[in-house]
Structures are given as structure tokens and as C-alpha cells.
């Protein structure tokens, strides 16, 4: 988990975290870069550094990270979308961070194009912008009473996983159905496995005690991610079908928005409540507008109807052939044509 190192994985629990979406833990991505740097700058801020050294400090222990972890494109682009979150959530400014986000992408693709058709890119600029569109909306929708870091631990992984599920089901034609339940539940334990792996790294050699230490509660804290995967994806129902292409995209950005408006719903109930009053009071509105316009519509058909009761309609044309009726001035009739029969007879 803290160096994307996959060799030693077991098979069975591999499968157990596909099951349920949780591949994302083995790999170094833009989470555990936003960890890395998240917590470097409020290392710093507790040391009273001011901001731009701060900055500067957790900027080196994020090149440090990505030289541990190795410098790949993938590890490099996930540096950069994690920076890029962690600014948007502690600048309390999303639209800069999505400012930042937009150039990151754009600068990315130019230097390389084929960017464009990866998934893997896709899915990292999709997470880093749930964090920033939803992550600080579904934080403050949580009570005051909840503390920030449960918050947090909640709003990340639920942001990432709305914008994500869409393409996710492009590439596997299935319904992970406890993937983000199982991801909330296991993001308070990704941070620890992630923190005190990345510091037991350097005091191998210093501290070979400490890192030991270190690497054992991280090892709890890995077991009970492990525990997780396994339980939920023996769960009934852990792996449904779902509709491949366009059908299946379109069917789960329908799910993601109702499951944001159910968060919703359920962390601010009164407001939520008080939104159904307002839409139920446009609708009636809307249903008053509509039935006065049916009305003048049947008025004006019947007043129609009635001007045109009585009357006979009659053609006042003739053709000029005259057929043999009485003539009207002279009240003779006129002569009949004979025409001549076909064939002559």
C-alpha cells in the first residue's frame, strides 16, 4: 500500500478488493500522494512555519515520497493531482483549485498525447475534481458535532467514488454494490497504513527498532483494510451485472446523483425537508398553470364550434359544362350532350 508494490499480494484477497472497488489501496495514486503532502503541511503549520515555507517544506517530502515510491508517469501524475486536491481543500477556494486542475491536464496531454486514451488518467483527473466540487460541500453538510477528520474521511472517498463510478462500470460491466461503503469504512485506516509505512521507509537504516515499530502498527492497521475486502465481498449480492456502454454510463450517473441527494437528505434533514415544501409548492403551481391553459383551450374550441353551427357549407363553382339542369334565367333546360359511347358503337 505505501509503495504500490504488489508482488506478495494474495490471490484470494486480490480478488476480494476487485470485488468491492478497492484496488485503488494497492497502488500509488493521488490519495496517497494528498496524504503525504496533507500531512507534511500541517507538520509544518505546527511547527509555526509561515505559509510559504510550509509549502515549500511539504512540496520536498512530496519529491521525496515520489523517489521512494519511483518516479513513473503514473506516480508522477497522481503527485500531481493529489497536490492539486489538497490545495483546493485547504485554500477553502474550489474555484482555484479547478483552475489549477484545468492546466494541469491541459499542460499533461500536451507533453504527452497519448494520455488522452487512458483510463487510468481519466479516473485520477475524475477523483481529484469530486474532491474538489463535493469534497468541502459534503464536508459542511455534516454536522459540527462530527469531527473534521471523520468528516473528511467520509466526503474524499464518497466524492471520488460519484465521479468515478460512471467509467469504472465501462471497464468492468458490474455493480460493485458495497464499494463505497466499504471504502468509507476502511478510509480512516488507509492514512495510518500510508503515514507510518512512508516514515518507517528512512528509519530502516537510522532506527531499525522504530521502523519496525512503525511498520507493525501499520501492519494492523493494513490487516483490518484486508478484513474488510474479504468480509464485504462474501456479502450476497457484492458483484451485480450491470448494462455495458453508454446504457450502463448513463444508468450510474443517474444512481451517483441520487445517492448525493440521499447524503443530503439524510445529513440535513430539515433542509431537505423544507426543498420538498418548495418543490411541492411548484409543482401545485405548475399543475394550476397547466389546468388554466387546458381550460382556455376548450373555451376557445367551443366558441369556435359555435360560430360555425348553422351554416351549410357549398361550392359556388362551376366547371362550365352544362349538365342539363333548368337554366336560371331563361327556366328552360338546357340540351343534353351526346357523347359518344367508346368504340363507336
Not at 3 to 31: R, Y
Not at 39 to 60: E, K, Q, T, V, W
Not at 65 to 94: E, T
Not at 115 to 139: E, M, P, W
Request: hydrophobic share 50%; glycine share 10%.
Amino acid at each position: 500500500m505505501v509503495t504500490g508494490d504488489t508482488s506478495a499480494l494474495d490471490e484470494g484477497l486480490d480478488n476480494a478488493m476487485k470485488a468491492v472497488g478497492m484496488t485503488h489501496l494497492t497502488a500509488v495514486s493521488g490519495a496517497n500522494c494528498s496524504l503525504v503532502l496533507g500531512a507534511l503541511l500541517l507538520l509544518c503549520r505546527r511547527c509555526r512555519l509561515p505559509r510559504a515555507p510550509a509549502a515549500a517544506g511539504a512540496l520536498c517530502g512530496l519529491a521525496l515520497f515520489i523517489v521512494l515510491v519511483g518516479p513513473d508517469a503514473s506516480v508522477l501524475r497522481a503527485a500531481l493531482m493529489g497536490a492539486i486536491g489538497v490545495a483546493a481543500l485547504a485554500g477553502g477556494r474550489p474555484g482555484r483549485g479547478l483552475s489549477f486542475l484545468c492546466l494541469a491536464v491541459i499542460g499533461l496531454l500536451l507533453a504527452e498525447p497519448a494520455l488522452g486514451t487512458s483510463f487510468g488518467f481519466l479516473l485520477s483527473v475524475l477523483a481529484t475534481l469530486g474532491i474538489i466540487l463535493l469534497g468541502r460541500r459534503i464536508v459542511a453538510w455534516i454536522p459540527a458535532a462530527v469531527p473534521r477528520w471523520i468528516a473528511a474521511a467520509v466526503a474524499v472517498p464518497l466524492s471520488a467514488q460519484l465521479l468515478c463510478g460512471p467509467v469504472i462500470v465501462l471497464l468492468q460491466p458490474r455493480f460493485a454494490t458495497y464499494s463505497l461503503l466499504a471504502n468509507v469504512v476502511v478510509s480512516p485506516l488507509v492514512a495510518p497504513v500510508t503515514l507510518l509505512g512512508t516514515a518507517a521507509v528512512p528509519l530502516v537504516v537510522l532506527l531499525p527498532w522504530a521502523a519496525t515499530f512503525l511498520i507493525a502498527v501499520a501492519g494492523t492497521f493494513s490487516a483490518g483494510i484486508a478484513a474488510t475486502a474479504r468480509f464485504t465481498a462474501q456479502l450476497p449480492g457484492s458483484a451485480l451485472p450491470w448494462p455495458e456502454g453508454v446504457p450502463g454510463l448513463l444508468s450510474m450517473v443517474l444512481l451517483s446523483t441520487v445517492t448525493l441527494a440521499a447524503v443530503w437528505a439524510v445529513v440535513r434533514p430539515l433542509r431537505f425537508a423544507c426543498q420538498v415544501r418548495k418543490a411541492h409548492a411548484v409543482t401545485v403551481a405548475l399543475i394550476g398553470l397547466m389546468e388554466l391553459r387546458l381550460q382556455h383551450i376548450r373555451r376557445k374550441g367551443s366558441l369556435d364550434r359555435g360560430r360555425r353551427r348553422g351554416r351549410l357549407g357549398y361550392c359556388n363553382k362551376t366547371s362550365g359544362r352544362d349538365l342539363g339542369w333548368p337554366s336560371r334565367k331563361s327556366g328552360q333546360h338546357a340540351p343534353r350532350r351526346r357523347t359518344q359511347p367508346p368504340g363507336g358503337t
